[in-house]
């Protein structure tokens, strides 16, 4: 466990590992480290951003384009996502 600084509570810096490379964070729920920072602060500083954000580190791009609404059709004739390309007319 890292106590490098009083700003970092006792429950976050367990999660703060230190590296030769510098120090790194742990996602609890996937076990994936975040890193490398140059201090425990600034490791623990990007913890809490993401927790705050709500962004998901694990997210698929199909998960994050359904949650803005982009459609998942590809117009086969011409490559475009469905809100870019155009009907396609026969003569």
């Not at 700003?7 to 976050?12: A, M, N, R, T, V």
């Not at 809490?48 to 962004?55: A, L, P």
């Not at 059709?73 to 009907?87: L, R, Y």
């Amino acid at each position: 466990m890292i106590r490098i600084t009083n700003s970092i509570p006792d429950e976050y810096a367990a999660r703060i590992v230190e590296r030769p490379d510098g120090y790194y964070w742990v996602d609890l729920d996937t076990s994936v480290e975040f890193g490398p920072f140059d201090t425990a602060t600034l490791a623990f500083a990007d913890m809490e951003s993401i927790s705050e954000s709500g962004y998901e580190p694990v997210e698929s791009l199909q998960e994050a384009e359904a949650d803005l609404g982009i459609s998942n059709w590809i117009d086969p004739e011409t490559g475009e996502p469905a809100e870019e390309s155009k009907p396609h007319l026969e003569d």
